[in-house]
């Protein structure tokens, strides 16, 4: 680690990011509040004085990943969590592309967390989240591409999602949380959450609400089998129609459901105990056996260890495998280490085949019934009488039952291993009761057993299309085939072909539609999540392939329908007024309106074609192996990079970079020596004082009304930056363009041609400038501005170079061309500086007013809608003046009164802080309270009064609102509350702004 204790690699910054995560992993396993503080905080509040950004995500995304126990109090810690990481990672980006930084800051988060025991990954990862906080386009899409992530369109409405995957209640290892936020940091909008015949109550409220937290539309079924011709298929049921997620959960405590999941529970428990059973006989036989082929000791596994491995799910063949795989490690490195040592051609192909045995490997060869008679399949039914009365329905029966349950339902027939006579049976059982089809299922596809996905699809698209004599056509042939089969199943198909009208009337008015998953289960390693590629970002998509994960074309598509949508803003802006005033005019008809796009597909237009444009979102990761040996990849610990230099270090080197082509192009062109051996110091302080003042006035972090110091708003690494661009500009505009190219080739001199001079040079460095701008992720404002920068720098150029020219008469220079001429270069510099000042500057300042306004309209909807809840609790008095006289409410209105009361005081402290540190935060709530009516700003103010309670508010702080660290935070209030209720009441006075009117 010689590179890494000379600093010339990683901050300070990533030590202690690397420190603090650490610190955190290693406590105790207990949740702790303080740690994820009252999710009503908002990540640009109060909560800045005591915690950064980064410990709050560390603080999430840990109780996120570690805590997988059962509990009302252990999922109420992580939606509190991924609340709390949710809204930080949202809140971090300072550019255009917030929601696709938000999920790389999640996903590196993540990352940093899980290389616990590799600290030089960790410093890499930390360096790596802080380049990307910072919302730079470029490095956002190289981390994408990183970690396998296509962007998103920033609108947000792309067709994302997975009808199938399973969570830690089930098959999976991920919590419901936990799940959503993968789905979120992949991409998917629609997610459908398999359990098998028993949902638990609170697993469903809990995925139903970090559902919520995400915007992510969730669908929870269950999963039933159904025996068919000796072995199971699988039946999807989906109930829809509730007005909202309550409205569900109470669905699921109605008496048909719950004595539906009751027998489910039944059939649970007699799969555990067949699974323990074949447990029970693989310890008997089959592990002796392996004792002696390999020579070493393999203990037994008990059944109680194994159900401590399901942890929360539901005990299976996949289990069993996975289970006996992680059981049997330490006999496999015995064996390989004993192998190696022999080092022979034999020994080696045995631990070729010992390195790749996989939970799959055990399944097929240790579990199976075919090779092991005296193991039973778990896959396959056993005779009725063994199974448990739901095992034994048949498929119209089960149907039947479930249609009954509720009027509106999706029942999806999964095509897995089915070939295209069995759907049509199995269509024909259910009469009608089927409405979707599994046509596609990523698991399923890559373990060979979709074999007849183009067949299965021609039958959908002759139900849907209405094609009566092709259904009739494809029965037939079906009749055909089974007669060399099974007469029994031909004698069935030729009664479906003589009553072919029955069955093509099912789907003749409600078509049989397409469902597309992925059966993720977080320990198969297909991924999870599909997307429709072209509502993709355009030019964005790359498909990863080689090696590690890959996205690749699935041959599925589907038709989308493009769909733009106008509607007059709620609260219009003055521009958008009097835009509506020209809607008369040709071509303005949408003038001040907001506009929408969304993308539309019907789920039975998905069909099985050659080229897809459905994607799979969640990569194919390689299988790595046991790594029997334990070896380590070989990684250099002296060298991590040239990407993971010292931020100081990289500084130093762009000015160096910067400043050498510049100092030599002087010296190379001037032959005064002010400015051959000054010229370069001239040049950078013009871009220094330039970048500063800029910054500064875009922030307004030199006024009185605010807490900014203008220190903490000039970036250090911006600045430098463009003294780098600047002094590569010096060798582009001076010597290749003003010398060699103006002077010597054409004979143009600013003796001469001054407009001329000044014109090229101008037009040259503003698509320099404009060039390195969509480089460096600036503003798209800035971007196109600079294009325009040298129209307007030309005649400031002119007037400087007239100002220096009568300067130097003034001062009695003789001959002021001397001069003239060779500072031409410096005149336009300052022409240009100057005119960048005020389109950058600007730009930067609606970035700033950009994210104010997210804050504003976030900390807004939230006081509105606490203000809502207020009303209804009180509906007889005046709650608002009730709540700011000292005891507020006093107890009444029990627990959600002291919620409200607590939530009108972090709503008004928040506040508070956004218009004191938060650059240009005044300016934009001038903005938002202008385009409010009148009675929503009298609320707004009146809400604020809550801050004259010092008393009450200090010793909430002090109780540990924002954790131990108070002294900050309530300095802040007691200083500070005073002044900013004074500003906000003259800037909500109703004459202090024009009324737009209308009322709440």
Known sequence: MSFLRRGIYFDRQDRDILLLVNRILESDNKPSDNSLFDPSLHPHGIKELVATPVSRMAYAVINLLRNLQVGRTQARDRLLALQTLYDEVLNSAHSTLRRNTARVLMQIMKSIVRAHDNALEQLKLAHDFRRTVQGTPRVVRRMLARYHLPEMPEAWNQIAFDDHVYDANTKGRKTPTHLIMDAWIKGLRSLTVAYEYWVQPDAAREILRAAEITGIAVRIGLEFQVPFYGRFVSVFWIPRGFSSHEDFLEFLHSPKVAEMMKRGREVLRWRRDRVLHCLAL?????????????????????????????????????????????????????????????????????????????????????????????????????????????????????????????????????????????????????????????????????????TNLKPISELQQAFNEGLGPRVKQMIRQMARRMRTVDEERAAKFRDILHNVPKLWEHYRHKPLGSRLGTSSASRITYGMGFVIKDTLPKGRFTAHKGRGQQQFEIPICSPVEEVYSYAKPRNPSSWQRLAACLHWLPGCRHLGLERRKTWKTASEDFRVCNQGNVINLGGLSTATGNNLLGKKQQVDPGHPGFAYLNSSFCNWLKVLLGFVPAFFSFLYTQDWWVLAWGG?????????????????????????????????????????????????????????????????????????????????????????????????????????????????????????????????????????????????????????????????????????????????????????????????????????????????????????????????????????????????????????????????????????????????????????????????????????????????????????????????
């Open 282 to 450: 693989w310890n008997e036989h089959q592990r002796p056996k392996m004792e002696a082929a390999w020579g070493v000791e393999i203990p037994e596994l008990s059944a109680d260890e194994f159900l401590r491995f399901v942890g929360r799910g539901q005990a299976s063949s996949l289990h069993l495998a996975e289970g006996l795989h992680r059981h049997v490690q330490p006999a496999l490195r015995q064996r390989a280490a004993r192998l190696a040592e022999i080092d022979d051609a034999v020994s080696r192909a045995e631990l070729a085949v010992l390195e790749r045995m996989g939970p799959e490997h055990i399944a097929e060869e240790w579990l199976s019934a075919a090779l092991h008679p005296g193991l039973p399949d778990l896959d396959s039914p056993p005779p009725p009488e063994e199974m448990p009365h739901l095992m034994r329905l048949s498929l119209f029966e089960l149907t039947r039952e479930l249609a009954e349950l509720t009027p509106g339902y999706r029942l999806v027939l999964c095509t897995s291993g089915l070939s295209v006579e069995d759907v049509a049976e199995l269509l024909w059982d259910a009469k009608g009761n089927i409405t979707h089809l599994e046509i596609f299922n990523m698991k399923s596809w890559m373990e060979r057993q979709q």
């Open 680 to 1000: 370069t110091f001239i040049w950078f302080g013009i871009t220094g004082v330039r970048n500063v003042m800029q910054m500064v006035l875009a922030a307004k972090g030199a006024t009185r009304d605010t807490l900014l110091h203008w220190k903490d708003q000039v970036s250090v690494s911006r600045l430098c930056d463009s003294l780098m661009y600047t002094g590569i500009s010096v060798l582009l505009l001076e010597v290749m363009v003003r010398v060699w190219l103006l002077d010597r080739t054409m004979g143009i001199t600013v003796a001469h041609n001054p407009w001329i001079v000044f014109t090229v040079l101008n037009i040259i460095n503003g698509f320099y400038i404009c060039a390195h701008n969509v480089f460096r992720g600036f503003p798209k404002e800035a971007a196109i501005g600079n294009l325009f920068r040298s129209a307007l720098a030309i005649p400031v150029s002119s007037v400087y170079g007239y100002m220096l020219q009568y300067g130097l008469e003034g001062l009695g220079v003789l001959n002021p061309e001397i001069y003239l001429v060779p500072s031409a270069a410096v005149v336009s510099k300052m022409a240009s500086d100057t005119v960048a000042a005020l389109i950058e500057g600007y730009a930067d300042s609606q970035v700033n007013l950009r994210m104010r306004r997210w804050d504003y309209k976030s900390k807004l909807n939230n006081l509105f809608d606490c203000y809502t809840r207020l009303e209804l609790l009180f509906p007889h008095e005046d709650a608002l003046i009730k709540l700011a006289r000292p005891g507020g409410l006093q107890g009444s209105g029990g627990i959600k009164g002291k919620e409200l009361e607590k939530a009108f005081i972090v709503n008004a402290l928040d506040l508070m802080y956004i218009w004191f540190y938060q650059p240009r935060a005044q300016d934009a709530f001038r903005q938002v309270a202008r385009a409010m009516p009148e009675a929503d700003r009298n609320v707004l103010a009146r809400s604020q009064l809550v801050l004259t309670r010092e008393r009450e508010i200090s010793q909430l702080l002090v109780d540990g609102l924002l954790g131990r660290n108070f002294s900050r935070p309530l300095a802040f209030f007691l200083d500070k509350r005073k002044a900013y209720l004074r500003s906000l009441s003259r800037m909500c006075r109703p004459g202090k702004m024009k009324e737009p009117g209308g009322q709440r």
